[in-house]
């Protein structure tokens, strides 16, 4: 069975493409198969950056995420931005990061400041 496909406009046509992809996925090189299954892929993409964004991290959550990619303890950050209690009080949401703490993480985390300058909610 030949299918024509275009851009996914509704659930029942993505599910349905995605069926196809797993099935023809580990497809011959070069074959008709192949060719299809990277338009799939194309077409899927599409669909799920259209209806299914992923949200940008909050910065702490960011900060986090790359503490623990490093195996970075926070009294490790805490030699890196000067200040254990303001790491502390950064890492639970009750401070806001400074222009040069933002710097500082940008450069040694390698973080991207259009992260780390977001704004965020501070804990009650």
Request: hydrophobic share 35%; net charge positive; glycine share 2%.
């Amino acid at each position: 069975m030949k299918s024509t496909w275009h851009i996914l406009e509704t659930k029942k046509e993505y599910e349905r493409a995605l069926h196809r992809f797993q099935k023809i996925f580990h497809s011959t090189p070069k074959s008709p198969e192949e060719k299809e299954a990277k338009l799939l892929a194309l077409l899927i993409e599409d669909y799920e950056n259209k209806n299914a964004p992923i949200p940008e991290p909050d910065p702490v959550e960011a900060i986090k995420f790359m503490m623990e990619q490093s195996r970075m303890n926070q009294n490790e950050l805490a030699t890196l931005l000067g200040n254990k209690g303001n790491v502390s009080k950064i890492l639970n949401r009750k401070r806001k990061l400074s222009l040069d703490m933002i710097r500082k993480l940008s450069e040694n985390l390698h973080l991207p400041a259009e992260i780390l300058i977001r704004d965020y909610s501070l804990a009650k």
